[in-house]
């Protein structure tokens, strides 16, 4: 992970980012990028890059769930190893504070607006028990009634594994519940949370939750952008003739 060059896709080596531990058992879904890349090279063998299959996968999920749609750049290239301690290092954490998250995006070129809208996207999806364990039991930035909800799926001293949506009133649907949640402390992990607890993105969160369609224009804006990370172009890597192997 340097940037949008699916290095993430790698699992040909016992090092890779797939099984670093903000991924595993997180980031899934890897044998549909796959599928993807096989009838591609039927069709057009050597051209498309694994990581402009991913980045198109990203906005076709966005519309699947009845969120934006936007044009993917595309000409990215793969690159020819995975980057598992890039990974560990730079990827966000769910116990971090507001500043700590801007640091994190703005190290990417990302701005605080973009990091408002992307973390939007937990607006569908699960979370395993040992992510937002801590905010349930210990939290004090909490709705007590969603708190006591979310015990209940959520053992103190077990069942790490087991999921609860990001989002609790439209888990299937990119859309600003995510914010309107927010709002009334029904974030469910640490890092949701932040972003409206009195710090600099409450007016983002506020905004987002009273105006959905510019949460939907910003986020397909933020998503453009992440795309544009340190992508490799011209002949820098490869393309890869499977996604999960260098060639
Ligand atoms: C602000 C920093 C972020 C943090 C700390 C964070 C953290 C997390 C965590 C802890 C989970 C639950 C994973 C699990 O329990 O297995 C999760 C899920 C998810 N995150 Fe994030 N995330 C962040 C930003 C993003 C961004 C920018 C995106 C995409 C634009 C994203 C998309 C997702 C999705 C779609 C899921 C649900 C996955 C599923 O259901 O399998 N997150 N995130």
Not at 75 to 101: C, I, K, M, N, Q
Not at 138 to 155: E, K, Q
Not at 179 to 195: C, E, I, R, T, W
Request: aromatic fraction near 6%; include cysteine.
């Amino acid at each position: 992970m340097l940037g949008c060059d699916g290095s993430i896709l790698l699992n040909d080596t016992a090092n890779n980012e797939r099984d670093v531990i903000f991924n595993k058992n997180s980031a899934r879904g890897y044998e549909l990028i796959d599928n993807a890349k096989t009838e591609v090279e039927k069709i057009c063998p050597g051209v498309v890059s694994c990581a402009d299959i991913l980045a198109v996968a990203a906005r076709d999920a966005s519309v699947a769930v009845s969120g934006p749609s936007w044009t993917v750049k595309l000409g990215r290239r793969d690159s020819t190893t995975p980057y598992p301690d890039v990974a560990l290092s730079d990827l966000p954490r769910f116990t971090e504070s507001l500043p700590e998250l801007i640091a994190r995006f703005e190290h990417k070129g990302l701005s605080e607006r973009d990091m408002v809208a992307l973390s939007g996207s937990h607006s569908i999806g699960q979370a395993q028990c040992f992510t937002f364990r801590d905010r349930i039991y210990n939290g004090g930035d909490i709705d007590a009634g969603f708190a006591s909800t979310r015990r209940r799926g959520c053992p103190v001293s077990s069942g790490d594994s087991k999921l609860a949506p990001l989002e609790l009133v439209t888990p299937n649907q990119l859309d600003n519940n995510y914010f309107k949640n927010l709002l009334q402390k029904k974030g469910l992990l640490q890092s949701d949370q932040v972003l409206f607890s009195g710090g600099s993105t409450d007016s983002i969160v506020s905004e987002y939750s009273r105006n959905p369609s510019k949460f939907l224009s910003d986020f397909a804006s933020a998503m453009v952008k992440m795309g544009d990370i340190e992508p490799l172009t011209g002949s820098a890597g490869q393309i890869r003739r499977i996604c999960h192997a260098v060639n």
